[in-house]
């Protein structure tokens, strides 16, 4: 039982929320309720969840001898001697031939397994390489955001748009921005650090970061709901009612990062994190709803 929750926990299951952008194609594409292309984004985020886990696997056995002297890396699998780097190795490449034979699968095509070959040794390069380069950090993780977008785009036969893209990027710099400052902050104070990047960044210059990547978020996104495409497209300009909600979820995340302590694990923070949370929640209900307006009164209709 503890060999089984050992190999499970080194996939770092919590951080597979971060694949479910991949779906955003498919809801803006107006196919949500296509039940043929929802299975196809289904496995296409399986795909890169295993194709994530396997990075996550090679990054620990990268670092096993910096975490170990983090006070909560060190209890992870391989930095904890309960997985050998050998196993390792194994497991990774194990989940990764898994995951490319999945994303062939959705296609039939070697399409959707070159963006995720792509995708997995751009990973592994960051991992090996361009995480110790200043800035070029920050930018590497972002772009693996944006190549998930474009995977689902890939699926659900829609062009992927430009403002979709964009908006996903500045969001992924964003949290990865906030990452930095709180491992800054934390490193000033416990004099402990396993990333050798980190002393390049100062709180200072974070903190500006930070607050373009939140401006940016906003302007941009507020932008993308009244533009003439997003508007001809969806027949609606309701999205603009989506706004406020992108505007308190920001605020929300900005304070946690500079009122608490909290914000190193950003995925951790959304899953744990009860008023965020429900603000991401009410904002994909109300996006879907103003989507697919038509499909769901329909539906709602039928069933009365």
């Known amino acids: 039982m503890n060999v089984f929750l050992n190999y499970t926990?080194?996939?770092?299951?919590?951080?597979?929320?971060?694949?479910?952008?991949v779906f955003a194609p498919l809801i803006f594409s107006l196919h949500l309720f296509d039940l043929t292309e929802l299975f196809k984004a289904l496995l296409t985020f399986f795909s890169f969840?295993?194709?994530s886990s396997s990075v996550y696997i090679i990054n620990d056995i990268l670092d096993r001898s910096a975490d170990q002297n983090h006070p909560i890396k060190k209890f992870r699998p391989i930095a904890s001697n309960k997985i050998s780097t050998n196993s390792g190795i194994i497991y990774a490449l194990i989940l990764l031939s898994i995951a490319i034979l999945l994303s062939f699968s959705v296609l039939q095509s070697f399409f959707l397994p070159s963006i995720l070959i792509f995708y997995w040794t751009m990973n592994f390069t960051y991992s090996t390489i361009l995480k110790h380069i200043f800035i070029v950090d920050l930018l590497t993780i972002a772009l693996g955001f944006v190549i998930r977008v474009f995977g689902g785009s890939v699926i659900s036969n829609a062009p992927v748009s430009g403002w979709l893209l964009l908006l996903m990027f500045l969001l992924a710099f964003l949290l990865v921005t906030t990452k930095r400052r709180q491992e800054l902050v934390k490193t000033n104070i416990n004099s402990i650090t396993t990333r050798k990047v980190i002393h390049k960044y100062s709180i200072s210059l974070l903190n500006k970061l930070i607050i373009?990547?939140?401006v940016a978020i906003s302007v941009v996104y507020t932008m993308y709901t009244i533009s003439d495409s997003v508007v001809t497209r969806f027949e609606t300009t309701l999205l603009l009612l989506t706004v406020p909600f992108v505007l308190l979820g920001l605020l929300r995340y900005l304070y946690i990062i500079f009122k608490t302590t909290g914000g190193e694990d950003p995925t951790l923070v959304l899953l744990t994190d009860y008023p965020l949370f429900s603000t991401v929640g009410i904002w994909t209900i109300l996006n879907i709803t103003i989507i697919y307006w038509e499909e769901i009164n329909s539906l709602i209709n039928k069933l009365i």
């Open 9 to 21: 926990n080194t996939l770092r299951p919590h951080q597979w929320i971060k694949n479910v952008t």
């Open 49 to 51: 969840c295993l194709a």
């Open 212 to 214: 373009l990547g939140a």
